[in-house]
């Protein structure tokens, strides 16, 4: 009975000792995949990390590619349409395609092509600050485009709506042309039926920005004789 026992306690600690050796060896496992997780070798391959999901993906084009970024027309554009905004950029693309640093070789200056004298006019006289501040430039836009319709009030109720050498008046396409002709030699094309033509040195003329920016909506411009910058 003695040996009986003996030989089931040597079985018991037999089995114990297996059970803790397969718990170590479980263990070294475990220990063993979590290490693996944060090194990587070589050779190891992405392809198991892949997204699939399109909105996920990104790529930036290869050397064969890169010509496209220049010849190709972008798929979207911003479209301001007949808005207040959308004529003050259609005039600022006119005059310079946008660039507030430019000074042409007449001497006119920034996004929209001031000269000197209708500076002053709106209060600005330090044309080196202006050129290199975006915002005074907006500014003089709208002081000198209140300015306009303020000097145009009466034409504009006159003849909005007319056609003119073949061009319906409107009150942005006039507001527009006495931005390129002065608000005077706008009175003049008007009031002469079209037979005044006026044309700038490159030679545009009153009647083509009549018609360019024909149709936008200038009603938020206030008419104002003082306006300044």
């Keep these: 009975m003695h ?9 018991l600690n037999f089995d114990r000792m297996k059970s ?9 496992a475990v220990m063993l995949g979590i290490t693996s997780g944060f090194t990587f070798k070589k050779t190891t391959g992405f392809s198991k990390y892949l997204i699939n999901d399109v909105e996920l993906c ?7 590619e890169v010509h496209l970024l220049h010849t190709e027309k972008p798929s979207y554009y911003i479209f301001l349409g007949k808005s207040y905004l959308g004529f003050k950029e259609a005039i600022g693309f006119k005059e310079s395609r ?17 000269g000197k004298g209708t500076l002053k006019l709106i209060g600005i006289k330090d044309t080196k600050g202006f050129i290199g501040n975006s915002y005074l430039q907006e500014q003089a836009f709208s002081a000198n485009t209140s300015r306009n319709k303020w000097i145009l009030r009466r034409d504009i109720k006159r003849f909005q709506g007319r056609y ?18 002065g608000p005077g030699n706008v009175k003049k094309y008007l009031r002469s039926g079209g037979t005044l033509e006026f044309n700038d040195a490159f030679g545009t003329s009153i ?12 009603s938020f411009i206030v008419a104002n004789k003082r306006a300044k910058a």
């Design 3 to 11: 040996s009986k026992n003996k030989l089931w306690l040597q079985t």
């Design 20 to 28: 803790n050796l397969f718990k170590i060896i479980l263990l070294l």
């Design 58 to 64: 990104y790529q930036v084009p290869n050397k064969n």
């Design 98 to 114: 946008g660039d507030y640093s430019i000074i042409n070789i007449y001497g006119y200056l920034g996004k929209y092509q001031f």
């Design 164 to 181: 003119i050498g073949g061009i319906k008046i409107t009150e942005s396409g006039m507001l527009a042309a006495a931005h390129l002709a």
């Design 207 to 218: 009647k083509y920005y009549l018609k360019k920016f024909s149709g936008y909506d200038t």
